[in-house]
C-alpha cells in the first residue's frame, strides 16, 4: 500500500468533520459551557482505550494464548508437574500465613493508630508504609542479613539447626513483610472516620471488650477488611522480588509460583512458563472483579 | 440513685477541662449542665459514665465508688449527641444489644429479650421501626431509638451529651418536651449537657451552669434566670444588656458620668451593670443620670420592638440592645436616655 499518511490523516479530518459538522453546531447550540466539546471526549476516550489495548488486553490474551498454544494437555501436564505443584503449594501456604499474620496485626495496629492516643504515633503510622517504600529486594536483603549465615542471629540458627533464609520461612517472613501495609492502611482511614463512640455506646451498655470488638468494630470494617485482605492475598501470590532473594532457587522446596515461572522461562520452556502464568494471571482478573464488588459495599458503609 | 462528685479535677495536657468541681444530683433529678463549649460539661458527663477518667477528685453512685467500676460495669445509659446506633443491626438488635451483651446467667430469655424491647419501642413511639436499619430513620426518630437502647438495661442513671444538638429546630423543641415527659413517667435520675439556655431552663428540674471548668452557679431554672450570681450568668442566660461601671461611695458611673441607679452595696471599683433587654426604659432626648445615647436601628416583628442605641463614651461608643413591647416613641438618629428599672450591679472578680 502506497498511500500517504498525511493525507490520509488529512481525509480523515475532513470526514469527521463533514460527518460530525452538524452534530457539533447543534451540539454548540446546546452548549451550557460546562461540557467538553464532542470530539474532546472521544479522541480521550479513544486514546484511552487504545493504550489499554496495546499495554493490558493484548498481553493479558497472549499469556493465556501462548499457555494453550501446544494444547490443552501439554497445558494440564505443564501445571501438573510436581515442581510447578509444588511451586503453587508453596505460594499458596505464603498467602494464607501472610493474610491471616496481617488480618491480626494490621488490625491491631489499626485500632492502636485510631482508637488510643499515645506519644509516637505518627511515627508507626509512616513505619506502616515503609514496606511500600522500600524496594522489594532491600525487603529480602533485610532477612538475609538478619537471619543468614552472615547475619546477625545467623550462628546461633545454625547452631540450634534452623533453617529460616533459603527455606520455607524466609520466604513466609519475606511475604508477610512486603504485604503488612495493606490491611493496616484499609482499616486506618475507615475506622479514624468512624470514631469511637460506637465503641463507647458498646461499652456503656455493658458489653466487654472482646463482644464490643467482635459484634461493633468488626462488622463496621468487615468490607474494608475484606478488602486489605484480597490486596494481601493478590500481592502476597504475586510477590517476585523480596522472595526472590531469600529463596535459594530450590525446585520443588523454596520456589513459589512467580519465581518457578522465570525459572521455567530462562529455561526456555516458555510453553509451561505461560502456563503457570496463566494462572497467577487468573488470580488477577478474580481479584479484580472482587475488588469492584467490594468498593461498592464499603462506599455503602461509609456514606 | 444519688449522685457526688467531690473535687473532681481533669486536665487533657496543659488544658484544665475541670478544676476541683463538687456537685450532688438526687434521686430522681433532671440536672443540666449548661454551659459554653471547653465549660467542661461534657468532660464531667463522660466522667460519670466511666468514658474519661479524673486526675484526682471522687464519684459516687449512691454509697458506691464509681471510679473503681468500669464503665461496662457503672449500669449508666448513655445518648450521645451523634446518636452511635450499631450501623449493622436492625433497630431492635440496637435496642437488645445491652441485653444480649449480659453474662449468660444474667441474660434474659429470648421472649423476655423480645418483650422488652417491645415495651422501649412503644414508649419511644417507634414499634413500627422495629426491623428497620439505623440510616432508614430521621435524626429525631434515631436519638430515640438510642434512648431506648440506653435505657434498655435499666440503667441507675441516664446521661445525655447534648441529645439534641444534631438535630434541626423544631424536632428539637418537640422532642425536648417528648423527654420531659419521659423523665415525668420514669423518674431516672438524669443528666443532660446541653450549651442551649433555653434547653437547660424548659427541661431541667436544676441547671448547673459551668466555665472555664468551674461550677459557677447551681438552682432551678427560675433561679439562674431571675437571681443569678454572676454577670457570667446574666449574660449566658437569657438576653442580657452588659455596662462596664465604676462605682465610688455608693455612686455609679458609666464612662466618667453618674447613672441615678443604687449600687446595691457593691463595693468601690469597677463593676459590671447587668439588665435584661426588656427591663431598660427609653426616653426621648437627653435626661440627667439617664445612659444617653443615639437611636441606629429600629427592628423588630410582633410583639416586641428592639432598638440598638450607641452610647457615646470617650473612647468611641457603646452598642447596646433593648426591646419594649411598646410602639417606641423615638425615630433612627434620635438622642435618647436609658434608664435600667431593673439590673443587677456585679463587681469585678480578679478574674
Known sequence: MSFNPVIQSQETVDLLATSFAPALVMHRSRRDGRADPLWLQWTLTGVALFFLTIFIVIPLVNVFAQALAKGVAAYVAAISHPDALAAIWLTVVAAVVAVVLNVVFGTITAWAITKYEFRGKSLLISLVD???????????????????????FGPWLQDNDIKIVFAVPGIILATVFVTFPFVARELIPLMREQGIQDEEAALSLGASGLRTFFRVTLPNVKWALLYGVLLTNARAMGEFGAVSVVSGHIRGETNTMPLHI????????????????????????????AKVVLEKRIARTTR | MKIGIQNVTKRFDAFVALDRVNLDIHSGELVALLGPSGSGKTTLLRIMAGLDWPDSGSVWFGGENALALGAAERHVGFVFQHYALFRHMTVFENVAFGLRARPRHQRPSEPAIRKRVGDLLDLVQLSWTAQRYPDQLS??????IALARALAVEPRVLLLDEPFGALDAKVRKELRRWLRTLHEDIQITSVFVTHDQEEALEVADRVVVLDKGHIIQTGTPQQVHDRPTSSFVHEFIGDSVALPVTVTGGEVRFDGSPIAIDAQGVPDGGATLCARPYDIAIHAGSIAGGLTGEVRRLYGLGALRRAEVALRTASGEHLVEISTPRALPVGVGQIVSLAPQSYRLFPLTAA
Open chain 2, 139 to 144: 435524626g429525631g426518630q434515631r436519638q430515640r
Open chain 1, 130 to 152: 515503609l514496606p511500600f517504600s522500600v524496594s522489594p529486594v532491600i525487603s529480602g536483603l533485610v532477612f538475609i542479613l538478619l537471619f543468614g549465615a552472615q547475619g546477625y
Open chain 1, 262 to 289: 522465570e525459572i521455567l522461562y530462562n529455561e526456555y520452556q516458555f510453553m509451561a512458563a505461560f502456563a503457570v502464568a496463566s494462572l497467577l494471571a487468573f488470580l488477577a482478573l478474580v481479584t479484580l472483579v
